[in-house]
């Protein structure tokens, strides 16, 4: 029988009774709801539920200043400084192209949006969470020191929703993944033709949709010339390389409604049990080691030659991390990046279909 917003709360608190350093996303998940439905439950009180009216609201994200920007998914944590530039919006997709803030967002797959004020061992922590259709959570903004508080309660006020009623009755649940098509439905000769005549990397995804092709069943069929498996430990091999020699790199972390992008260096990183962590002043990473099931290493043809990333994938199939080496339009590819890739590229692996 489903829980009453007050009985879900109740349960929330008695396992940050037992355990008080429990986020929500894993309270969400022992107590089997939404990070949305338990966020909704505080209502009224620490939570303020905000119209969700994307293409006024994102614009005004630029008036809070200097903040941090966090976009993840089940297995890595994207945080990012700075102030929300040059934003762009449509009906379906809007992109934040700052030099330090750096999205690409998916409003058509949003639906609930709040401004959250929660205690912290700094005093209070306030934000504007914004989640998906399934209550997933999609991307947060987090007021810093030098975030203007003003702003954040224009905003707040401008766009408060009428309803505050606690909990939320009309999350959907998220579909099961689909499964690849079988590999004999391919037509891998056409496909591989197709990826050797790329001239963009952005003409990738809809490569692969002409193709009704997976990514990862993509990587397995290209062959080697265009991707190839390498061990697990890559992930933390290159960030650790990249620290060493200050390569500048792309990072990019996405959900079903978000991607974040961290372009330049990483400095200090920390391994803390099964998280590998960049822990820079702008920009930190978190990334669930345990939860890396295979990493390849791919490259895509451009009219400004080859692009090589290292993407990383969970035991679902699912993308966790990409890395790629810093680039910019007429610029071809780091060869520090590419020196970086080659340490990585020669052990021998074992592959998941």
Aim: charged share 25%; proline share 4%; net charge negative.
């Amino acid at each position: 029988m489903k829980r009453t917003p007050q009985e879900l709360r109740n349960d929330w608190n008695s396992l940050v009774s037992i355990n008080k350093t429990l986020r929500i996303r894993d309270a969400a998940a022992q107590l089997g709801v939404s990070e949305a439905e338990l966020l909704s439950t505080q209502c009224g009180e620490t939570v303020t539920r905000l119209r969700p009216e994307w293409i006024a609201l994102l614009p005004r994200i630029k008036e809070l200043g200097y903040v941090m920007a966090l976009t993840r998914n089940d297995n890595c944590v994207h945080e990012r400084k700075g102030i929300y530039e040059d934003i762009r919006t449509g009906d379906n997709n809007a992109l934040v192209l700052g030099e330090d803030i750096d999205l690409r967002l998916f409003p058509s797959t949003w639906k609930y949006v709040y401004a959250v004020r929660e205690a912290s061992s700094h005093g209070e922590r306030k934000s504007i969470q914004i989640f998906d259709v399934h209550g997933g959570a999609v991307h947060k903004i987090y007021m810093t020191s030098q975030s203007d508080d003003e702003a954040y309660g224009n905003i707040v006020f401008e766009f408060m929703n009428h309803n505050q009623v606690q909990g939320e009755t009309d999350v959907t649940l998220a579909p099961e993944p689909k499964a690849d098509n079988p590999d004999s439905e391919i037509d891998v000769e056409n496909f591989r033709a197709a990826w050797s005549a790329l001239e963009d990397t952005h003409d990738f995804f809809p490569m692969l949709k002409r193709f009704n092709a997976g990514r990862l069943q993509a990587l397995r069929l290209a062959g080697n010339e265009w991707a190839y498996p390498v061990k697990n430990n890559a992930a933390r091999q290159i960030l650790t390389d990249a620290s060493e020699t200050q390569t500048p790199i792309m990072v990019f972390v996405a959900n079903r409604g978000a991607i974040q992008i961290h372009t330049g260096t990483v400095t200090k990183l920390l391994e803390t049990g099964p998280w590998f962590n960049v822990l820079d002043e702008k920009f930190n990473l978190h990334l669930r080691q345990s939860a890396i099931r295979s990493s390849w290493i791919v490259k895509k043809p451009t009219t400004e030659g080859i692009v090589t990333s290292l993407e990383v994938f969970d035991n679902n199939g699912d993308m966790i991390v990409q890395f790629f080496g810093k680039r910019k339009p007429g610029i071809p590819e780091l060869q520090e990046w590419r020196n970086i890739l080659e340490k990585v590229s020669h052990s021998e692996v074992e592959v998941y279909a």
